[in-house]
């Protein structure tokens, strides 16, 4: 039986690992070890030129299974590789040490000084920080566009000095944190092309952390990389930090070449854990779901709760439910709500929670809460933050695998204490 005839979520269990190479045993050994022994060292100079971009690899070469050292890759990223490659629709998958660092490398191995990033506005506080203060001191420049402003955003911004003639990339997280507000995946792909030449080709890089790989496919919508913190919900145990990328072999030799020589590639021990999570993804991801649109029902219809922001929703005839309805197979269990109050409300709710748990991070079995505007996003410039919709109000909700009766008994007694402390 081969992958294209079983399912994904089968395919989890042995996918890019022969059991009868490690004395049977049903999950894979953690490869602990630094470097890795050839047998010839032709095999050795043919291994190091492919990986280091300075030839192609041939047809009749087959590296699946050689490794040289542990900064490069080891039989357990290996292994996570494939199974998430093949749960993305992609190629070829890099597992980095953090999101971060996937987003990084493929700003670093694709932007050069003159180049113009296209992205939308709000995204998560890290990635806009190395948007604006970072790639800005070499050269390249972030042109933002509000997402609930849609594709005329998008065409506004291209049609500033500039922005087209230069544009490299356009970068988007959606459904953004934490707004959930949606980037029409396949309106972007349409304007890459549009504005790419011969001999300067536009990509679109797609953060797939709130819905992938279950939820969104963004190369199903014509997407060059999709990004992910696998922290979240490939991991899924908050017990680990990891990030990722997928896209086609012929672009990401690039950015296995920048992992390697940035040092980010994830431990053979993180490839195990996330090896070890994917098997549970889709039946945690499908629970925290099922779990999630019973709070948010619940939310929407209480009188401490000014706003709620989740997919699930949206409402026909609402341009951003167009975009779900077109990309998305399931609205994910991500919540975000403006509590009544203003911040004073917010504090209270978060400081009177008790299942859910106030930390940052999300995607995890446990349920989290958080404040945006001073935790998650802090490091955003105040103006853009409420520009972008997030104010001191907001709180984020990652719903995870509890019951969701006793989550709402946890909100019910929450709401009612920022009730209490709002005038």
């Not at 041939?58 to 996570?80: C, V």
């Amino acid at each position: 039986m081969t992958s294209r005839e079983t399912h994904p979520e089968s395919e989890m269990m042995r996918l890019g690992y022969d059991a009868q190479l490690a004395s049977g045993a049903v999950k894979p050994p953690v490869y602990l070890t630094s470097t890795f022994a050839f047998k010839k060292v032709e095999d050795a100079e043919a291994y190091c030129q492919v990986i280091n971009n300075l030839r192609p690899q041939r047809e009749d070469e087959d590296f699946s299974n050689t490794y040289i050292y542990g900064r490069d890759t080891s039989p357990n990223l290996a292994i996570f590789e494939k199974r998430l490659a093949l749960w993305d629709g992609g190629e070829v998958c890099a597992a980095f040490d953090s999101g971060m660092a996937a987003i990084t490398a493929v700003f670093l191995g694709y932007l050069n000084p003159g180049d113009v990033i296209l992205f939308g506005e709000p995204c998560y506080g890290c990635t806009d920080f190395v948007l604006k203060s970072i790639l800005t001191r070499f050269g390249i420049r972030p042109v933002g566009y509000r997402l609930i402003d849609g594709n005329e955003g998008i065409r506004a911004a291209l049609a500033q000095p500039g922005v087209a003639d230069h544009l490299r990339m356009i970068y988007a997280e959606t459904p953004s944190n934490p707004t959930n507000a949606m980037a029409d995946i396949g309106f972007c792909v349409e304007m890459a092309r549009r504005y790419s030449r011969p001999d300067h080709r536009a990509f679109v890089a797609v953060d797939n952390t709130f819905l992938g790989p279950l939820f969104q496919r963004p190369f199903d919508h014509g997407a060059d990389f999709t990004l992910y913190s696998a922290t979240k919900y490939i991991a899924g145990h908050s017990d680990l930090i990891a990030g990722a990328c997928v896209g086609p072999a012929e672009l990401m030799g690039q950015v296995k070449l920048m992992r390697a020589m940035l040092g980010t590639t994830a431990s053979p021990h993180t490839g195990w854990l996330l090896t070890r999570s994917l098997e549970t993804m889709k039946l945690r991801m499908e629970a925290q779901a099922a779990g999630a649109r019973k709070v948010a029902d619940y939310l929407a219809g209480h009188p401490a709760v000014e706003r709620v922001y989740y997919l699930g929703l949206l409402q026909p005839g609402d341009p951003q439910r167009a975009v779900y309805d077109k990309q998305c197979l399931g609205p994910g269990s991500m919540i975000s709500i403006d509590v009544k109050g203003g911040k004073a409300g917010a504090f209270a709710f978060l400081n009177a929670v008790r299942l859910f748990h106030l930390a940052v991070s999300l995607g995890g079995n446990e349920s989290l809460a958080e404040h945006p505007a001073t935790m998650t996003h802090a490091e955003v410039d105040p103006e853009d933050r409420l520009e972008g919709g997030i104010t001191d109000a907001m709180v984020r909700l990652s719903i995870g695998i509890e019951h969701p009766d006793d989550l709402i008994a946890d909100l019910e007694q929450a709401l009612a204490a920022s009730q209490r402390s709002s005038p």
